[in-house]
């Protein structure tokens, strides 16, 4: 192989696998070096481009050394080879709280309210009890560690939402105080390039706004210094925290004979605001007076809508990053959203939204684990009738019909490539992280795959409709550390779970 030109080896070698590669490193000086070409392992990335959880860009691979797109590749690969095994260790990074230590401003709240892999180098807490916790994690080939990096408590202000800016450089958390009176948002800087002489990234009030019962803050945007407010099931508010600008945005209105249709997420993307409602999604164009990053344009925007089922509520969902495809005749944003029915399952739902050429809001059902299969080892029961799939997976031979089957928490990575619940039994004191991978990226065969599509909603193994979520039992929990929240790391594959009492495990 060393007698043939080196353009000749390269193309040869591009068609080993990383493992083989390495192990040619270790045979010679020549192919030593060889192995440190950096258009080797940018041909690699083209070619096994299906295991990162997004696409990588031209320019995002030329920014990185060969040393790092080496990294990349082989943790993307061991990500994928590991992810749905069962997980041996797991790492206790936060004790549960103690009894004197009750939260009584917020009856049966959780004690961590929220849990996030940021930039996947960092977790963020958010607590019940007006506790901010930051830690910075390792590298996943290293032997686990988690440092902290800033710690915020209060007694006053309760933290309730965050966002990372889109160079992934700043993370936002909003705040709200106690008595609903106001609000605020602290900053700080993810910017590893920060020589640590100057000692720990601090958080930083950047600004406070009054905000008043029955408000609820849903989300904000760093780039564009922006709040996104919930007045109930009829308005909602965007405020500026800098400048305090603020504007009042009228809810479509619900059914008459319709539930209580309330907001359950929200999402600033583009010229847009992405509502999640309880039985609906839509998009209401976003005042362009409020923020400087928000361009004034020459047409009028419509408001889009996209409505669920009646008999199907959707409480609490879990929202990717929004993705944007744009280009000199079209403006497309894209995100997935996990969600949880009480009655009927989880449900993986990708959520389009056209700008350009024409405004259109298209919500595509992805996968769905019926509720009575929540955890792999239950069997599926029918869902309802405007569902009309027309028959169940078999029950494999030897189990036993459960329909007690609930999930208490559940989470999908910021690509939306994994996700993870957290499935129980009220007749079993264990509860079980289940993992999968996104229907889309999986070949399923015919026989696991149930899909239906997007308007008859009928069984279709051929069709790119959404499939059966096929859920692996990665970790076992005692039903004593029952986990409130979770968090998912698309890049790394780590899984983090919050409990009810405080304690923060990583697996």
């Known amino acids: 192989m060393q007698s043939l030109p080196v353009e000749l080896q390269l193309q040869i070698a591009s068609f080993l696998d990383v493992k083989t590669i390495l192990s040619l490193r270790k045979t010679c000086t020549s192919l030593f070096q060889f192995t440190y070409d950096r258009s080797l392992w940018l041909c690699l990335i083209s070619r096994i481009s299906h295991v990162f959880p997004r696409p990588l860009s031209e320019s995002e691979t030329a920014l990185l050394s060969t040393l790092q797109l080496e990294c990349l590749i082989k943790t993307a690969i061991h990500v994928e080879q590991v992810w749905l095994l069962p997980r041996k260790d797991s790492f206790l990074i936060k004790e549960r709280c103690d009894s004197d230590d009750v939260d009584i401003s917020i009856p049966g709240s959780p004690r961590v309210r929220c849990l996030a892999f940021v930039s996947d180098h960092y977790l963020l807490s958010l607590g019940s009890e007006g506790k901010i916790n930051l830690w910075k994690i390792n590298d996943i080939f290293a032997p686990f560690a988690a440092e902290v990096l800033a710690t915020h408590a209060s007694s006053t202000w309760y933290p309730c939402a965050y966002h990372v800016n889109t160079a992934g450089s700043v993370l936002a958390i909003a705040l709200t105080h106690v008595e609903f009176v106001a609000a605020r948002v602290l900053t700080i800087s993810l910017d590893t390039g920060i020589s640590s002489e100057s000692g720990p990234p601090l958080l930083v009030t950047r600004g406070e706004f009054p905000i008043f019962l029955p408000q609820v803050i849903k989300a904000i945007d760093a780039d564009l210094e922006l709040v996104l407010i919930s007045d109930g ?16 945005v009228a809810l479509i209105a619900s059914d ?65 990053k929004t993705m944007c495809v744009e280009d000199d005749e079209s403006e497309i944003y894209g995100l997935s959203a996990l969600a949880n029915e009480l ?106 795959a149930l899909v239906w599509t997007n308007n008859s909603l009928q069984a279709n193994v051929v069709s790119n409709g959404p499939r059966l979520i096929n859920g692996q039992v990665v970790h076992d929990i005692p039903l004593q550390d029952d986990i409130a929240v979770c968090a998912v790391s698309d890049t790394t594959g780590r899984i983090a779970l919050g409990s009810w009492a405080g304690s923060i495990t990583i697996l």
């Not at 099931?233 to 009042?248: G, I, L, P, Y």
């Not at 997420?265 to 010229?271: D, E, K, L, S, V």
């Not at 029918?382 to 329909?403: H, K, W």
């Not at 996700?419 to 990226?441: E, K, L, Q």
């Open 233 to 248: 099931a009829s308005s909602f508010e965007v405020v500026n925290w800098r400048t305090k600008a603020q504007a009042t």
């Open 256 to 320: 008459p004979g319709d539930s209580w249709n309330g907001i359950t997420a929200m999402r600033i993307c583009g010229p847009y605001v992405l509502v999640v409602r309880m039985h609906a999604v839509e998009a209401y164009p976003l005042p362009s007076h409020l923020s400087s990053g928000v361009g004034e344009r020459a047409d009028i925007l419509p408001q889009l809508t996209f409505g669920f089922s009646h008999t199907m509520a959707y409480r609490r969902v879990s929202l990717t």
């Open 343 to 448: 009655s009927h399952g989880i449900f993986l739902f990708y959520v389009e939204l056209t700008v350009r050429p024409l405004p259109s809001l298209s919500v595509s059902p992805v996968g769905v684990r019926p509720m009575a299969i929540a955890a792999p080892q239950t069997i599926v029961v029918p869902l309802p009738e405007e569902l009309s799939l027309p028959l169940p997976p078999l029950v494999p031979f030897g189990f036993v019909q459960d329909t007690r089957t609930f999930v208490s928490a559940w989470a999908l990575g910021d690509y939306g490539r994994r996700g993870i619940w957290v499935a129980g039994s009220r007749t079993n004191m264990i509860r079980t992280v289940v993992a999968f991978t996104n229907p889309r990226d999986v070949s399923n065969t015919s026989s696991e």
